[in-house]
């Protein structure tokens, strides 16, 4: 079982180095890429340490690689070990998240009932077989209540361009990317059969996704489980929309905006140029870029299930890159991604910055310039 979740990408490792050297814990801490591998490699790695959960499967690591190791691949394969046997220590905010997530199908424990609340108000329909796209909201923003905006400003620019969209509601269950980087495959795979299942019933075609994990297990992971369908990000499908002429944005917000690229959304699956053009295409908004951008991204630190692990001040990857929006002289951190704007907003509410940087989905931005 390790080898099929990825252990086998060991034998390619030539211990050169260059992931631990790329790592952005590197700018807060070390973080033992290479030897956590080798140890790996020489059978006696370290499953009590908090180490093995500290990767966010940013990429950045896979990207210089010059053998192409997916060294990704390995983690997930090495938590599967501690996961799926109980063989070493697992952070209790993931092992609370993950019990969650298997007993109704989300990771804030809620009901599956109230998976669609955060549409009320805004006369979101329920898919049925007639309806033309799916949008699929990403449990963040249907649980949070601070980050449910999210889905609200998609939703109402979907319907102010007439968009003939709907929502599953409880027959959603977290499409589990995170869940299989923390190393519980099997999870993995009944929430992936659950939601295929669902889709299929439902006849679905078209699935727009306000989060890149989604949109990367929908594109990549589910094809290999037998669910094909079209999938989109959501600011993919808005840009279309403007492109189109289905959306006109016309009110000038007036406001110096620059764009973090998430990491599933940038290095795993290289959009880069729509998010910026659909910032650009706004009335108003003037776009600067951050010191590390696109390819070399800083990623947030949620990914990898870390975003359900606590992350102790002086150690958190959100805050440096908030440092770097600021050096922008930015009004506005715009993001593309759930798991940023829960980190990003901690982070500008914790270094007291709240009153000088704003963050904001992409999507809340085209909704203001309608």
């Not at 691949?73 to 298997?102: F, H, Q």
């Not at 908004?285 to 102790?312: F, H, K, T, Y």
């Not at 002289?329 to 990003?344: D, H």
Request: charged share 25%; net charge negative; proline share 4%.
């Amino acid at each position: 079982m390790v080898v099929d979740a990825g252990g086998g990408a060991l034998n390619q490792c030539i211990q050169c180095g260059l992931c631990t050297g790329t790592c952005p814990w590197n700018l807060l801490r070390s973080f033992p890429t290479r030897r956590l591998i080798h140890q790996s490699q020489l059978g006696v790695a370290d499953f009590e340490g908090e180490d093995l959960w500290t990767c966010a499967t940013c990429r950045a690591c896979v990207a210089v690689c010059p053998r192409g190791v997916a060294i990704i691949d390995i983690m997930r394969a090495l938590r599967s070990i501690v996961v799926e046997y109980g063989a070493g220590y697992c952070p209790e905010g993931l092992r609370v998240t993950m019990k969650n997530i298997a007993s109704v199908g989300n990771p804030f424990g809620e009901p599956p009932e109230r998976r669609a609340e955060w549409g009320e108000g805004l006369n979101v329909s329920t898919f049925s077989r007639r309806t033309d796209v799916l949008y699929f909201s990403c449990c963040v923003p249907a649980y949070d209540p601070t980050v449910r905006r999210v889905a609200q400003a998609t939703a109402a620019v979907l319907k102010k361009a007439g968009v003939d969209f709907g929502v599953l509601g409880a027959r959603e269950s977290c499409c589990g990317e995170s869940v299989r980087k923390a190393g519980n495959e099997s999870l993995f795979r009944t929430l992936a059969q659950s939601n295929i299942a669902a889709f299929t019933e439902h006849g679905v075609k078209k699935i727009v996704v306000s989060s890149p994990h989604c949109f990367h297990t929908f594109r990549n992971e589910y094809p290999d489980l037998g669910g094909r369908f079209e999938v989109m990000h959501s600011i993919q499908y808005l840009l279309q929309l403007v492109r189109e002429g289905r959306l006109k944005l016309a009110k000038d917000i007036n406001l110096r905006v620059t764009y973090h690229d998430p990491c599933y959304l940038g290095r795993h699956n290289e959009v880069y140029d729509e998010p910026r053009e659909l910032l650009e295409s706004i009335p108003g908004v003037e776009l600067v870029e951050m010191a590390d951008n696109r390819e070399s991204s800083l990623c947030c630190g949620g990914g990898g299930g870390r975003i359900w692990q606590e992350s102790v001040k002086g150690e958190r990857l959100s805050d440096l890159r908030v440092e770097q929006a600021l050096e922008t002289g930015a009004q506005v951190l715009a993001i593309a991604c759930p798991y940023c704007m829960q980190n990003f907003l901690d982070s500008v509410i914790s270094m007291g910055k709240e009153d000088v940087l704003r963050v904001a989905d992409i999507s809340e931005l085209v909704l203001e310039a309608l």
